[in-house]
């Protein structure tokens, strides 16, 4: 069950109705938002005595009842799709939002360059991995806060906002000094100390889905950001692991529109992770607009080849502005759709 309380209770009011859910033997998580106190009752009990005795008190606005585990990221809680903003770019919204940049942050000309070209191309926000996620311990593991700041720099060059990966709770803070938009990544997906410390943290969430995870399972963990006081959050479809080979990842697009039915939370596709293989970036990144998703996050380098990490999937700055534009007739669908779906659901 829901509660959802007027914008003008007392704190007194909302206790009242902690205490109500409380004695029938249920347990609470609020959400204080800027305008009001949602209430998310979890537990075993008599849910319509529940709701009937809630409904009737002082303050509060509205009560439903909620039958998938996860509550505030459901349809059922919210009919209408959620708009996140970042750094004044809406997500969720009547715009296709595309981010793009390299997958590691590795110097400042390589950084400025993919910054000013995917600008110039129509990203509206700047992708670059700081501290990276590795199979091999081996491997660059990312420059860290060096990359923190030559990120910093391209933000303060070309306006781009940054979405960059936070790996663990101890570096929340120090990223978001850095990030506009803090990236979950795979890998991470069930890091629930992670989760956790992102509630606090002040800043959007994009979580990706893990390597073998179900949508239930995305959605349950994102419920986790949100139930510890963080409503920003947009998932990712990076494809995952299947039987076949011939990609690197499988990208699930009908994943996209389960979890558009399932969620109010806005849903973008990631067409590098989800094949490895430039050359198929393109037609996912098609799929991925007229399946309904609210934007693509990409890799761009200003030279694949000599990338430090995940250049064969990489697009160089040329090839990336030419799939912006071919993008461009399926974009103008897209929005003809988003206006019809968003007047039907007013
Ligand atoms: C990345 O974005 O570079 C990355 C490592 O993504 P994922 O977590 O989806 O593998
Ligand atoms: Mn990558």
Redesign the pocket.
Known sequence: MIISMKPRATRQEIEQVFQRIEEFGYKVHSIEGEERVVIGVVGVGDVTACLESVEAMPQVEKAVRISAPYKFVSREFRPNKSQITVDGVEIGGDEFVVMAGP??VENEKQIMHAAEEVARAGAKLL?G?AF??RTSPYDFQGLELEGLKLLARAREATGLGIVT?VMSDRDVDLIAEYADLL?V????MQNFALLKSLGPCGKPVLL??G?SSTIKELLMSAEYVVAHGNPNVIL?E??IRTFETATRNTCDLAGVAALNELTHLPVIV?P??ATGKRSLVPAVSRAAVAIGADGL?G?AHPCPEKAV??GAQSLDLRQFAGMMRDLQPWIRLWKEMRVTETAAAV
């Open positions: 997958c590691s992708r991995g990276k996620p990966e990236q990544g795979a890998r991470n990706k889905r390597l990712c990076r494809g990631d590098s992770h996050i890799e990490s995940d």
